[in-house]
């Protein structure tokens, strides 16, 4: 499995930005899917997870409200919307895949696959 993010980039505070992750090499229907994020100094976070049929999703509190997990099927594509970025929201984005379902879909460790990561960065 190979997961390629893209997308990232510069915007101002309050502005929005979508960034995506291209999944190959297996069947995407059967993972799981995540976004966590590292910003410099600190430990890598979760953001958001949608499970393998798209009907259940999970937001960090910081980031409910703003910002949105989607899955393209035909695309083989996961999406995270961000909407109303803070300058706090300045990170490295990757995604994850996670193949058996975990009920812990908040710790890293229980995702199988990993992206490359993709910048975003929000300015004051």
């Known amino acids: 499995v190979q997961l390629q993010a893209s997308g990232g980039g510069l915007v101002q505070a309050g502005g929005s930005l979508s960034v995506s992750c291209e999944f190959s090499?297996?069947?995407?229907?059967?993972?799981?899917m995540g976004w966590f994020r590292q910003a410099p100094g600190k430990e890598r976070e979760f953001v958001a997870h949608m499970s393998w049929s798209g009907g259940r999703t999970y937001y960090a509190d910081s980031v409910k409200g703003r910002f949105t997990i989607a899955r393209d099927s035909a695309r083989n594509t996961v999406y995270l919307q961000m909407n109303s970025l803070k300058p706090e929201d300045t990170a490295v984005y990757y995604c994850a895949a996670d193949r058996f379902g975990t009920s812990r879909w908040y710790l890293e460790d229980e995702y199988n696959y990993w992206g490359q990561g993709t910048q975003v960065t929000v300015s004051s």
């Open positions: 090499g297996g069947t995407f229907s059967d993972f799981s």
